[in-house]
């Protein structure tokens, strides 16, 4: 005849195991959607200056001064066509691009915009800054620098600048 606590304790282990897998699960959803996250904050003005050097690769001026923000009914009183094209046309001061490595190669959000990183031929790298309010492109403005040399975003805490250094990397292969 079985006794009254012969039954006790009967299921707990399997109890335990639920318990423990489902706050795996939550653990790893959660850290799997903030990653997610962060890799692809900066999407949409990554593709607005991706459109941009689309243009610019292609040769089609116009369209890629459009995507600066400048049109022939809203011209940009500080910089004309013919300052883009001196900036970005074949016959650029500092170095052409180069179809072959014009692209991206870093971007960071910083306050109200985004500071994205073009490689623009072996010798020019430029810093384009994207307004998130209205997606106009400009270069970017002048930032500190650290005690190393990198620039890092006014009011931006060192924990996100030691985030966007490590993991920010794996944004990269997203970029091109």
Same mark, same amino acid.
Request: hydrophobic share 40%; proline share 6%; net charge negative.
């Given at each position: 005849?079985?006794?009254?606590l ?11 195991r639920?318990?423990?897998?489902s ?18 904050k900066n999407?949409?003005q990554?593709?607005?200056v ?6 610019v690769?292609r040769?089609?001026?116009q369209?890629?001064?459009? @995507? /600066? &923000?400048?049109t %022939?009914t809203?011209?940009?009183? =500080? ?6 094209n001196? @900036? /970005? &046309?074949?016959? %650029?001061?500092?170095?052409?691009? =180069?179809?072959a ?8 959000t ?12 072996s ?19 002048t ?5 190393a ?12 600048n ?6 920010g990397r794996?944004?990269?292969?997203l970029?091109?």
């Open positions: 005849m079985p006794g009254y012969d039954q006790y304790g009967a299921g707990e282990e399997e109890r335990n639920i318990v423990f897998r706050i795996v699960a939550v653990v790893v959803v959660v850290v799997v959607a903030g990653l997610g996250w962060y890799l692809l999407h949409h990554e593709s607005v991706k459109t941009f050097l689309d243009d690769r040769g089609d001026y369209a890629a001064y459009r @995507d /600066w &923000g400048c %022939a809203k011209a940009c009183s =500080d910089y004309t066509f013919d300052k883009f001196e @900036d /970005w &046309g074949k016959a %650029a001061k500092d170095s052409p691009p =180069d179809p490595i014009l692209g991206l190669t870093d971007s960071e910083c306050n109200s915009g985004v500071l994205l990183t073009v490689s623009v031929s010798t020019r790298e430029e810093r384009l800054w994207v307004d998130k309010s209205n997606d106009a492109i400009s270069f970017a403005p930032l500190p620098v650290d005690r040399g990198r620039t890092v975003c006014p009011g931006k805490s060192p924990f996100a030691m985030v966007h250094r490590t993991i794996l944004r990269r292969p970029l091109r």
